[in-house]
């Protein structure tokens, strides 16, 4: 089935230390994104990536890094530098960077710093 | 900056009562509205969509949503809601970023609770 695999699911780490987050589409979407939920303040963005090798940051990249070497991977590491890691973070994905299209969602990645 | 208000945060109602969301976006341009839901233990789904034409715009499960150009709006609404859309709902809309890009501004979310 086509879809978004995000791993691993639940994720606990030190503080100071990197850790990255698998996202995996296989919809054939040119776009491609990381939002960060949080109780009360929805989904923010991190990072986005349009295209292979080009990506922008969102509004909160701060602490974060990613990369698009391949279509269909968009890895986010979440670095030493981010002040409150602890969240659950979704990726996504949409079609086309225009056009009417929605985006796709995965299951998302807790990430709890001990 | 591009904002998208969800005014409720926190909705309950009984069974059959009738639902409304508020959603308003601050970017004035051609616009694409969405309308998420998210389930306990979910991932985030797709309701409905407005991108052009008729400005009400029917969703699954007996949503639907109005956009008004001129309030900059796009409110979710159900006739009669069930102890099963209890969850957290959400309005993004899509905007033109930098150098051809696109970005997806989301609310906050409301989450409804709906008692039996």
């Known amino acids: 089935d086509g879809g978004i695999t995000q791993s691993p699911k639940y994720l606990f780490r030190k503080e100071g230390q990197n850790v990255t987050l698998s996202c995996e589409q296989n919809?054939?979407?040119?776009?491609m994104y990381w939002y960060r939920q949080d109780p009360g303040q929805g989904l923010r963005l991190i990072y986005y990536?349009?295209?292979?090798?080009?990506?922008q940051k969102g509004d909160i990249a701060e602490g974060y890094s990613v990369s698009r070497e391949k279509k269909e991977s968009f890895p986010l590491t979440v670095t030493s530098a981010q002040k409150n890691p602890t969240a659950f973070y979704l990726c996504?994905?949409?079609?086309?960077?225009?056009?009417?299209?929605?985006?796709?969602f995965g299951e998302g990645s807790r990430l709890t710093v001990l | 900056a591009q904002s998208v208000s969800q005014h409720n945060h926190h909705v309950i109602l009984s069974e059959a009562a009738s639902l409304e969301l508020g959603c308003n976006y601050s970017?004035?341009?051609?616009?694409?509205l969405f309308w998420y839901v998210q389930y306990p233990g979910q991932h985030l789904q797709l309701l409905l969509k407005?991108?052009?034409?008729?400005?009400l715009v029917k969703g699954i499960k007996g949503f639907e949503a109005e956009f008004i150009k001129s309030k900059f709006s796009f409110n979710l609404r159900k006739p009669s809601v069930q102890w099963s859309d209890t969850a957290e709902y959400f309005c993004?809309?899509?905007?033109?970023?930098?150098?051809?890009?696109?970005?997806?501004?989301f609310g906050t979310g409301t989450r409804l609770k709906v008692l039996a």
């Open positions: 996504a994905s949409s079609m086309a960077a225009g056009g009417s299209g929605e985006l796709f």
């Open positions: 919809l054939n979407h040119d776009a």
């Open positions: 990536s349009q295209i292979v090798n080009d990506f």
């Open positions: 970017y004035g341009g051609t616009v694409n």
């Open positions: 407005y991108f052009s034409g008729d400005p």
């Open positions: 993004a809309v899509k905007n033109p970023a930098t150098s051809g890009t696109y970005k997806y501004i």
